[in-house]
């Protein structure tokens, strides 16, 4: 009885798990062939210096043109790419393209490209920095690199070494999505970083609680006092920009600025006047 009992069970669930598990297999094997079919691109987002008035540089985030699917966010096939060991070579695909485009860009616009933590594991990525910027001429001081507090969750020793290494080369190094994570001053210990990227998360509660506004606060004054620069990811409104400001927010970035593009529609100064303005 047992045994028909499991089996009912079993016969219950197969066909959902198999659903999904086709699913994953089907988006496995399409992603497999999607560098080879040029299948990605890069877009470009704006990040602003308020003080300065300018565009500082641009953040290239990765998209996934799928014959039939259309575009697919990088959030479903990023974790997939590091499940089949399939990050190295999309990683050393997107440090390429976003140097060679960088390279023809206004020489003070630098370009920001994401890292994950499976990149880290491959002893190759210093390696791959370096050509990219050897290939593309891009100067090293226009390349900045970001990575999540999960990269230094990972080792440590290993990580912070290659972390040197990569500043070595002569790259920025900026942390992303700062504050999300279970250590988050810790780690600013562990590695002397250009840059803080304020999670979106607090900038999008800014206006309509106490709590983010202070720990925004609170962040900007601590990357002041560490000599980094702090900039505010997922800006939308007006709102947000001014108390962004109003607390010493070096940077910002989100779509009230500039939505993520193709390197073809990129414009490089905040020529409109309205914006000038605003700033
Ligand atoms: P991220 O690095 O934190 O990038 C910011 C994300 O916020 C991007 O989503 C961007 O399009 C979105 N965003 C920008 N401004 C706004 C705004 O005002 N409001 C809202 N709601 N969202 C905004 P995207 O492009 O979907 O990328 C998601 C994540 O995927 C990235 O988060 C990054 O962790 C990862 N990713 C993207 N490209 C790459 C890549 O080339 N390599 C690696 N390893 N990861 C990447
Ligand atoms: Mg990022
Ligand atoms: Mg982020
Ligand atoms: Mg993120």
């Not at 009885?1 to 496995?28: I, N, V, W």
């Not at 300018?54 to 096939?77: D, Q």
């Not at 800006?235 to 927010?249: F, I, K, N, S």
Request: charged share 25%.
């Amino acid at each position: 009885r047992a045994k028909s009992d499991r089996r009912g069970t079993y016969r219950f669930f197969e066909p959902e798990m198999d659903a999904q598990l086709q699913a994953r297999r089907l988006l496995e094997a399409d992603l497999r062939k999607a560098l080879a079919n040029d299948e990605f691109e890069l877009y470009y987002q704006p990040q602003i210096n308020i003080r300065r008035h300018e565009i500082s540089g641009f953040e290239a985030l990765l998209r996934w043109r799928h014959p039939e699917r259309g575009m697919v966010s990088p959030a479903e096939f990023i974790p997939v790419a590091e499940d089949i060991g399939l990050i190295a070579p999309l990683g050393d695909w997107v440090l390429e393209r976003a140097c060679a485009e960088a390279a023809n860009w206004p020489k003070d616009i630098k370009v920001a490209v994401n890292l994950s933590p499976v990149q880290f594991r491959n002893r190759a990525l210093v390696e791959s920095v370096d050509k990219a910027l050897t290939r593309s001429g891009l100067s090293p001081s226009r390349l900045e690199l970001e990575i999540t507090e999960s990269v230094l969750l990972q080792d440590n020793e290993t990580t912070v070494a290659t972390l040197h290494q990569l500043r070595e080369l002569g790259v920025c190094v900026a942390m992303d999505d700062f504050g999300t994570g279970y250590s988050s001053l810790s780690y600013l210990r562990s590695f002397p970083f250009d840059k803080i990227k304020i999670d979106q998360s607090f900038v999008r509660e800014l206006t309509s609680r106490a709590d983010c506004l202070a720990i925004v606060h609170s962040i900007t004054r601590l990357g002041a006092s560490l000599g980094m620069i702090t900039t505010a990811e997922g800006v939308e409104t007006e709102e947000q920009y001014q108390q962004l400001r109003a607390a010493g927010c070096t940077e910002v970035q989100g779509y009230y600025f500039g939505r993520p593009q193709p390197a073809r529609d990129l414009v490089f100064s905040l020529f409109v006047e309205e914006r000038r303005e605003a700033l």
